[in-house]
């Protein structure tokens, strides 16, 4: 039983077009995240929700929405991509964000842009 | 403001050998203290945290890291290194607030 995954896997795609990812947990966090990974590993926050309530917005160009359903999905659309997108996005999920609770990632999205 | 420093972005060690990846953290509060794994094409795996209960942490697979205040630092070991080991490893504070701030990471090696 995967804990945190993410669809799709890979997404190839040309600039200018608009892409979604999935993520979904099933440990009964109540706080997700997304994450950006570059080519030399950098990892960094892009949002953290909370009970379904935005927390975290890092200067995030507004390309980026994300949206959350409910407590157990984290979706992340991106309009207009650029190729400065590329990379691979992780979900993460935690009990909290205010304790330290330690994050369970998902599997990442390689999103390549041409 | 947070931030994470890892010395060495590449690491080689020989199998059986010591395992020493160092992390210093800055941080205006007591922080919260991870340690993750990221083997090829996957996403991060937990091996430990800190989260002031004990100065020294026991984590999965061998791993432990020590919590040093005086020097800010947590730096990961493991006596003796094995070829599994070869992975990417991050070190990431937080202070609590949903916001986690990681390392630039370091590539661990391991020479047969």
């Known amino acids: 039983d995967t804990a945190v995954s993410q669809t799709p896997k890979y997404l190839v795609t040309q600039m200018g077009n608009d892409k979604s990812i999935k993520c979904e947990q099933n440990l009964g966090h109540d706080t997700m995240y997304w994450y950006k990974q570059d080519s030399k590993k950098f990892l960094k926050i892009m949002f953290s929700y909370n009970n379904k309530e935005l927390i975290i917005n890092e200067t995030v160009p507004n390309r980026f929405s994300p949206k959350s359903p409910d407590k157990a999905h984290l979706n992340l659309h991106i309009n207009s991509l650029e190729l400065g997108d590329s990379a691979v996005y992780f979900c993460a999920s935690s009990q909290g964000g205010q304790g330290g609770g330690e994050q369970y990632f998902g599997p990442g999205t390689r999103l390549t842009v041409t | 403001a947070q931030s994470v420093t890892q010395l060495g972005s590449h690491v080689s060690v020989s199998e059986g050998a010591l395992v020493l990846l160092r992390c210093n953290y800055s941080s205006s509060v007591p922080p919260y203290l991870f340690w993750y794994v990221q083997y090829p094409n996957q996403g991060l795996q937990l091996l430990l945290k800190y989260t002031s209960a004990a100065t020294l942490v026991k984590g999965i697979n061998g791993f432990e890291a020590e919590f040093k205040k005086s020097e800010t630092s947590f730096h990961l070991t493991k006596p003796s290194a094995h070829m599994s080991d070869a992975a990417e490893y991050f070190c990431?504070?937080?202070?609590?607030?949903?916001?986690?701030?990681f390392g630039t990471g370091t590539r661990l090696k391991v020479l047969a």
């Open positions: 990431a504070v937080s202070t609590g607030t949903y916001k986690y701030i």
